[in-house]
């Protein structure tokens, strides 16, 4: 047997079922692990009878008492920066309206981007905390925040400086997403094209100028963007050196996922209208297929997306809330977990991995975080259960009996 090295253990977590979210077994579980951090970082982990017998003294014991122990959960895509409520909106759906008649009669994001424009950074702070702490609650310690709900230079960058605060509010890691192609705002009507330009010229360039973001993702549909301005954003974004993704195939093919593709985007997202092409463009980049099922049901779509054919090709799948005031004002990552099962057809296990591995990849966070390995970052959740199926497959059930972020309680 290797000679583990316990030097720079600080604590120690035994007694666990350990779902690692590593290739090799389902969930990559370990039925009676332990797992020991240095600090910040996981330094190792294992069955419990590999561990040996002499630990250093100061080493702090957690009896996790069979529980099951699983990474920090990762929410991928959320929007959860906006004011206002668009509940109207869900009643006028409910009579018969869809989606895009709302957007087009100057509903829909326009409305956010009103209240949100209107907003002070302080409220807009209050509000998104509120909501990014039911995240928290259930085991979430990583997150992705767009903007997209200013669409000008001065209010897409309040946002993101919202969506930086909180993390530090919350000490969460949060990664944030420029959206500013989200929509056309209103002193842009009808000169879309013009829009595109101010995005490139002037939002993302004092974006990047700022560190204020990550990423950059736009809206590709016939509500939002066509290929051909997005791939001018795109070819911005690469020029300063930003990470893209996109919002692609959710109401039509418009074939963004193979334009997101082509510039190595990080994730694809949404995807009901996904066709081959798309995925086989997607598996050659590695792109990662984040699935919404929230969102999905939120809006009653019918058209799901090709999950076969994704796990033929070996698309890494995520799943995410989406979390907004539109689409998805559901604030749980954990409904997302059983939506794509009952919803999508997801196994228990693609669920876990979706809000686990793939969606640390999603994020650019996959050498740190996303699966318990020697090495990463220690964002671990100790659960009231005892096997990782358990997750999706109750909802409001399953909690947090423990949060590690980096390695603290
Ligand atoms: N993500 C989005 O950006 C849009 N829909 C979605 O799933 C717009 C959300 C909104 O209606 O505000
Ligand atoms: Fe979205």
């Keep these: 047997m290797a000679i583990i090295d316990t030097q720079g253990w600080t604590r120690l977590i035994r007694n666990a079922t350990v779902a690692t979210c590593t290739d090799g077994r389902p969930y990559g579980l370990i039925p009676k692990g332990a797992i020991a951090l240095a600090g910040k970082r996981i330094a190792w982990v294992g069955a419990r009878k590999e561990l040996p017998a002499e630990l250093p003294k100061n080493v702090a014991h957690t009896d996790a008492r069979g529980a ?5 959960l990762i929410d991928c895509h959320t929007h959860l920066v906006w004011a206002g409520s668009r509940y109207r909106e869900f009643e006028q759906r409910l009579q018969g309206a869809s989606y895009e008649d709302i957007a087009r009669a100057g509903g829909g994001i326009a409305s956010t981007v009103t ?3 209107d907003a002070s950074e302080n409220d807009l702070l209050t509000l998104a905390m509120g909501r990014a702490a039911k995240l928290v609650a259930e085991g979430v310690t990583a997150l992705e925040i767009k903007s997209g709900y200013g669409l000008d230079r001065d209010n897409e960058l309040k946002i993101l400086r919202v969506a930086r605060t909180l993390g530090k509010r919350l000490s969460l890691t949060v990664r944030t997403t420029l959206l500013a192609a989200h929509a056309v705002p209103p002193e842009f009507k009808d000169r879309s094209d013009d829009y595109i330009k101010c995005v490139c010229e002037d939002i993302l360039p004092a974006a990047a100028a700022e560190g204020l973001a990550d990423a950059v993702d736009a809206y590709c549909d016939n509500i939002g963007f066509t290929p051909a301005q997005v791939e001018r954003v795109f070819a911005r974004a690469q020029e300063l050196g930003l990470a893209v993704k996109l919002h692609a195939e959710q109401f039509s ?10 510039f190595k985007a990080l994730s694809a997202d949404h995807l009901e209208h996904l066709d081959k092409e798309g995925v086989h463009a997607m598996a050659a980049a590695r792109t990662v297929a984040v699935l919404l099922p929230g969102a999905y049901t939120y809006l009653r779509e019918t058209k799901l997306p090709p999950i076969e054919l994704l ?5 890494p799948i995520a799943i995410a ?7 998805a004002p559901l604030a749980s990552l954990m409904l997302n977990m059983h939506l794509a099962c009952t919803q999508f057809g997801l196994t228990t296990e693609e669920a876990l991995l979706g809000v686990t591995r793939h969606a640390a990849r999603a994020l650019g966070l996959r050498k740190e975080r996303g699966t318990i390995e020697a090495g990463k970052v220690a964002d671990l959740v100790i659960w009231n259960a005892e096997h990782p199926a358990e997750l999706a497959a109750q909802f409001g059930l399953v ?9 603290a309680t």
């Design 253 to 262: 093919n418009q074939q963004g996922a193979a334009l997101a593709a082509k």
């Design 399 to 407: 909690r947090p009996a423990a949060v590690l972020r980096e390695g």
């Design 311 to 315: 796990r033929v090709h070996r698309v």
């Design 321 to 327: 809330s989406d979390l907004n005031p539109g689409s």
């Design 115 to 117: 209240a949100t424009r």
């Design 68 to 72: 099951l122990v699983t990474p920090g």
